[in-house]
DNA sequence: ACTAAAGCCTGGCTGC
DNA sequence: TGCAGCCAGGCTTTAG
């Protein structure tokens, strides 16, 4: 489940393997991975371009082209992209393929059909969709506590849910929002606009502080380079995490069960003795 | 301006 | 053992 750090290290992969190399072809298979464009026209857009940079926002991965376009791509659930040698055959599940001009090619796969790919011009990203109403990147200097509590502050739904809305934080996803709650001590179920300035800055610190680890984390895993994604694969237990998928384990903290409930439509994973309010 | 819920999708797991 | 049905979950869309 890809979230910020897991998307950060992606493009990182992907910037080192493919920055400075030339799309000489490129199809898509699956045309609702592209649904804003007919793959003909997706097709030529990309075919001979050459990748500029690869960046990130929120958890879109953008890849700037020097034909002033950008391919902005979301994993969702199970997007992945591999760069595959030349004679190997497609893996299974890929919905779009890019061959690059020294041989290999480079492959979107996407079991669960959730990710989605966009391409737009450049100058247009930011006031575009999907980008267009993201909240401020957490290692941005507008990511302030101040920030945060005001972008809290008028709803009513549980903090939990809340942390995952993307137009009011951008990153978290169902782990890390329940990574950070645990660590700032605050019940997932708190209303939003109840969270106080005092606890506003102990989020702040604890969502910067996971995500920063996470990061941390993945970089310094020695993988294969064609792994584009290898640093978040295995389950809650092997990553670590302190309370996401830990139901009915003893808190590190203070050794009370770790409890799950559903909060909108989701596993919310939570410590009683450490979060209580 | 806000909130809740359905829908997208497939594979693995649970319970009958 | 077989299989229906549930669950995982990021995000958009629809309805309220």
């Keep these: 489940m890809p979230e910020l750090p897991e998307v950060e290290m992606v493009a990182r992969r992907l910037r080192e393997l493919v920055v400075g190399r030339t799309v000489v072809r490129a199809r898509l298979l699956?045309?609702?991975?592209?649904?804003?464009?007919?793959?003909?026209?997706?097709?030529?857009?990309?075919?001979?371009?050459?990748?500029?940079?690869?960046?990130?926002?929120?958890?879109?991965?953008?890849?700037?082209?020097?034909?002033?376009?950008?391919?902005?791509?979301?994993?969702?659930?199970?997007?992945?992209?591999?760069?595959?040698?030349?004679?190997?055959?497609?893996?299974?599940?890929?919905?779009?393929?890019?061959?690059?001009?020294?041989?290999?090619?480079?492959?979107?796969?996407?079991?669960?059909?959730?990710?989605?790919?966009?391409?737009?011009?450049?100058?247009?990203?930011?006031?575009?969709?999907?980008?267009r109403r993201l909240a401020p990147e957490p290692f941005d200097e507008e990511f302030t506590p101040a920030y945060?509590?005001?972008?809290?502050?008028?709803?009513?739904?549980?903090?939990?849910?809340?942390?995952?809305?993307?137009t009011r934080v951008v990153g978290l996803g169902n782990i890390y929002a329940a990574e950070a709650l645990h660590?700032?001590?605050?019940?997932?179920?708190?209303?939003?606009?109840r969270l106080s300035t005092h606890r506003a800055e102990a989020l702040h610190r604890e969502i910067l502080a996971v995500l920063a680890e996470a990061i941390s984390a993945g970089s310094t895993l020695n993988a294969d380079p064609r792994d584009l994604d290898a640093g978040y694969g295995g389950g809650g237990a092997e990553r670590g995490w302190r309370v996401y998928d830990r139901e009915g384990q003893p808190c590190f903290a203070c050794g009370a069960p770790i409890r799950r409930f559903t909060q909108g439509a989701r596993s919310t994973y939570y410590c009683p003795g450490c979060q209580r309010r």
Excluded: C, Y
Excluded at 183 to 193: D, E, S, T, V
């Design 148 to 166: 945060l509590r005001e972008a809290l502050g008028r709803s009513s739904r549980p903090l939990k849910v809340v942390l995952l809305d993307q």
């Design 30 to 131: 699956r045309p609702g991975l592209a649904p804003a464009h007919s793959p003909p026209q997706f097709a030529r857009w990309l075919r001979g371009a050459r990748v500029d940079e690869v960046a990130r926002r929120g958890k879109h991965i953008l890849t700037h082209f020097d034909n002033r376009r950008t391919l902005v791509t979301h994993l969702r659930m199970t997007g992945r992209f591999l760069l595959l040698p030349a004679e190997e055959p497609d893996p299974a599940h890929t919905h779009a393929l890019f061959w690059l001009d020294d041989g290999r090619r480079l492959a979107f796969t996407d079991q669960r059909h959730f990710g989605m790919m966009l391409i737009a011009r450049r100058d247009e990203l930011a006031r575009a969709e999907p980008l």
């Design 183 to 193: 660590r700032a001590g605050i019940n997932p179920r708190l209303p939003a606009r």
